[in-house]
């Protein structure tokens, strides 16, 4: 191979620190996709309640060794403020989402109440562009015209199924979801009260020579984890806050819903605001109102050259990856796995990237 590609010793090495950090990347990856597809619906209330007492260790360590409280005590008043903070959360979010939620359904059924005067006023409109065309141009747009109708009738009624599925899909899994939350409760109290001894039934387990690594990877893992989340969070924040300006401008009605479900699809990297933003304005466009489809269209742009320029710099920034390097991870890993390798494969070459930096660092200082 030297024959037909000459290296240095320098370029040697830095090919082998390459092709080992992109084997630790797709191993990592394999690892974490097999982890979340199949334990993680088992062990989350568990991986929850771990992760929070371990962030909540030092606080706790210190109430227990200034303040001299039991550590139960404080475990018990910790679960306690966590779980009080999540619920007063999760009431408020979910009032918002449930007015809104309900509101913009009570618009769905108005305006599927005005779907035939919507389709009238497009066959008139129809029978008006098409009034000076030949015979059979006119009887092509008219059926063309008819078929449309009848497909904006199935689609409302298939939307109108699709709803009645989520509504009882919801209600289904309520037990579950209760169930959920009280393991994921008494598992955060069990955890943090019996944090230290579950540290050193750990180090019992884990041989001595390999405790360092340990702590390196927990250590990569949470920063890794966090600055990830952390520049996730900044775009989905921007990009909610553009589209709620935006829908407010135009004075759309449940612009907070709107723009939180947009900024969803806009956070999944194969599709986009254009997914919702175009084929809205394209309506608007076609029933008349031409400037709130401009208006769509322009929200669009603002939206997409905002993010196209802030990703890089975000990335670089709070993740320390490289722009191309992400993109890369993230088509490869939804070409491999779907939209969870396409999350997990970009996390994983974050987390081998700094995890093989500190291993040349301990290196160098030795």
């Known amino acids: 191979m030297q024959h037909f590609f000459p290296l240095d010793e320098k370029g040697a090495a830095m090919m082998g620190r390459f092709l080992l950090t ?5 191993a990592a990856g394999l690892l974490g996709y097999g982890a979340v597809r199949y334990a993680a619906a088992w062990t989350l209330p568990f991986l929850l309640a771990l992760g929070a007492a371990t962030a909540a260790e030092p606080g706790i360590a210190w109430c227990c060794r200034k303040l001299h409280w039991q550590r139960g005590f404080v475990a ?20 918002r989402l449930w007015q809104e939620t309900t509101g913009a359904a009570s618009f769905f059924g108005e305006a599927l109440g005005v779907l035939p ?3 009238e006023a497009v066959f008139a409109r129809v029978d008006a562009f098409c009034a000076a065309c030949p015979e059979g141009v006119r009887q092509w747009a008219q059926q063309a015209a008819a078929e449309l109708g009848q497909r904006l009738g199935a689609a409302a009624a298939e939307l109108g199924t699709a709803l009645g599925r989520w509504v009882t899909g919801l209600v289904a899994a309520t037990p579950r979801v209760l169930l959920f939350v009280g393991t994921t409760v008494l598992a955060l109290y069990f955890t943090v009260a019996a944090y230290p001894q579950l540290c050193a039934f750990a180090r019992r387990v884990v041989p001595a020579r390999y405790h360092a690594t340990v702590r390196r990877l927990r250590q990569t893992a949470f920063t890794a984890f966090g600055q990830w989340l952390r520049a996730q969070g900044i775009l989905f924040a921007v990009t909610f806050g553009e589209l709620a300006a ?18 969803v699809v806009d956070a999944l990297p194969v599709l986009g605001t254009g997914t919702v933003l175009l084929p809205w304005a394209v309506v608007c466009a076609a029933l008349g109102d031409f400037p709130k489809g401009l208006g769509l269209a322009a929200l669009y742009v603002v939206v997409t050259v905002v993010r196209s320029i802030l990703t890089p710099k975000v990335m670089a920034h709070q993740a320390d990856l490289p722009p191309l390097a992400a993109l890369a991870a993230m088509y490869v890993g939804f070409r491999a796995a779907g939209v969870g390798g396409m999350v997990l494969l970009p996390l994983a070459v974050l987390f081998a990237r700094q ?5 040349e660092e301990n290196t160098s200082q030795r």
């Open 355 to 359: 995890f093989l930096a500190g291993e």
């Open 22 to 26: 992109v084997g630790c990347a797709a």
């Open 76 to 95: 018990a008043v910790f679960t306690l403020a966590v779980a009080g903070l999540v619920t007063a959360l999760a009431v408020v979010l979910g009032r």
């Open 117 to 119: 005067q919507v389709t």
């Open 246 to 263: 935006g829908f407010w401008l135009l004075g759309q009605r449940y612009a907070l819903l709107l723009a939180a479900m947009i900024a």
